[in-house]
């Protein structure tokens, strides 16, 4: 028995006193309700949420409702179908079986047709009075504060509702529906973005958009073990290689994006996994959990490497990880700060920035060879392998109210952000002349 089937081996035991065997319709109504139950019965609470704002704000996560035994027994054709396909994994590209560490297997449901792409029209370019580095809006759309990432002179985001891909020479936003996304930005593999979605019953889907049309292009599902985290802050990332990693309970599952089997699965002892990040060279995973804890995983053997913990209380997530050590975020309630651990150890973790407050989300990201981060105070750039803040630009507010500045992004030579403006009603993408400290 190697290790990770051991990790699996006492999880199992630990969750049930009986033996791994072949899912059936009773199996998969006893797991829901017990989750459900779970769910009532003394869960930690999530800490409260950025509530949806006309213009942007960090939406809730949608509640994983709990659902009864009568339901799902009501149900009973629909759940043998589905127990069908978890007892049936999809071939390998060698043609044979994933690799999986776990009861729950991958299945894939990529639609038929491309979906349905809505694009709307670009504006001329607006100036903001008082804005850093000469932004202007170039668009008037509303995203997820945190979501803004680039690939190949493209942006991408995340609006209720869709995934969003803006041209920043036009401005012009093309959107395709998707259904159930938690916060946290898209990944970009090759020229395909992933976005992940939590589903009651600890689903997870993983859901690639072609990135120059936004047509589907493959869609995974990954059944979770234990419950998923209550307040995911970045739970999809990709390594160098392109491998997906999601977390997915208290484990998280490498995912091959191109035929959908599953790697290997990280077993995280210290709690629900609820962001992660994966090393640039590829050979270390961290994950944290909300409580706040940081745990290291060889990618390869999947051993843990090491484990530390911040005592400030609050919850943490938004990890980034870079050469020199990871980011991330931690904050209680409405506001949180970004924190920079070198080596990803977080006893010797320092304040970046202050804590936006107010609902304003104020994230660590990674563009054109810098970290910025993003907010209702300020705009930093930073070094990915020091810390040291490189730029440092002062927001305006708009009669005594502050606009807000997400995380910037870097395409063509610019730097890009998403920006609102509660007193005027305004929201959209701003573009930016790049900081000569900041260029890459």
């Known amino acids: 028995m190697n290790t990770e089937e051991r990790q699996l081996s006492d999880l199992l035991h630990r969750l049930t006193p009986e033996p791994p065997r072949r899912v059936s319709v009773e ?21 409260p949420r950025r509530s949806p704002r006309r213009f942007g704000g960090r939406g809730l996560v ?54 349905t792409v809505s694009t709307g029209p670009a504006i001329g370019p607006e100036a ?18 945190d979501s ?36 946290g930005p898209p990944v970009v593999v090759g020229h395909t973005v992933w976005v992940v979605s939590y589903h009651p019953g600890g689903v997870v889907d993983l859901q690639g958009f072609d990135a120059s049309t936004l047509a589907q292009v493959a869609s995974w599902t990954v059944d979770a073990i234990g419950a998923l985290s209550s307040t995911p802050e970045g739970v999809l990332a990709a390594g160098p290689d392109g491998t997906l990693f999601a977390a997915a309970g208290v484990t998280v599952v490498a995912v091959d994006p191109s035929n959908g ?38 990618v390869a053997g999947g051993e843990v490497n090491g484990e530390s913990t911040m005592d400030l209380g609050g919850t943490g997530g ?26 990803g150890d977080l006893s010797r973790a320092a304040r970046v920035t202050q804590g936006a407050g107010g609902g304003l989300a104020s994230v660590p990201s990674q563009s054109g060879g810098r970290i910025w981060i993003g907010g209702g105070q300020t705009l930093v750039c930073a070094d990915p392998s020091t810390g040291q803040v490189l730029a440092s630009a002062t927001l305006p507010t708009d009669h005594g109210t502050l606009e ?32 000569a400290a900041c260029a890459g």
């Open 261 to 298: 089997s599953v790697a290997r699965r990280y077993f995280v002892d210290a709690g629900v996994a609820n962001s992660v990040a994966v090393s640039p060279n590829g050979t270390t995973l961290y994950v944290g959990t909300g409580s706040f804890k940081l745990v290291s995983f060889s």
């Open 318 to 343: 938004n990890l980034v990880a870079t050469s020199g050590g990871v980011w991330g975020t931690v904050g209680v309630g409405m506001s949180e700060w970004t924190w920079f651990a070198p080596h």
């Open 27 to 47: 199996d998969i109504a006893f797991r829901l309700a017990n989750q459900a139950g779970n769910t009532r019965a003394g869960h930690r609470q999530p800490r």
């Open 404 to 435: 807000y500045f997400s995380s910037a992004a870097v395409a063509g030579g610019r730097a890009y952000a998403y920006y609102q403006d509660e007193q005027a009603q305004r929201s959209g993408i701003v573009e930016m002349t790049l900081p």
């Open 148 to 183: 803004l990432v680039s690939a190949d002179g493209s942006l991408y985001a995340i609006a209720p509702g869709s995934l969003a891909r803006i041209d920043p020479s036009s401005g012009v936003v093309a959107e395709v529906p998707v259904s159930g996304s938690v916060p």
């Open 62 to 115: 949608p509640a994983l409702a709990a659902l009864s035994v009568v339901a799902v027994a009501g149900l009973s054709a629909g759940v043998a179908v589905l127990a069908s396909h978890h007892n049936s994994p999809p071939t390998s590209a060698g043609g044979g079986q994933p690799t999986t560490s776990s009861p729950g297997f991958v299945t894939s449901s990529v639609p038929s047709t491309p979906a």
């Open 128 to 145: 903001i009075s008082g804005a850093p580095w000469g932004a202007e809006l170039i668009d008037h759309h509303t995203f997820t504060q």
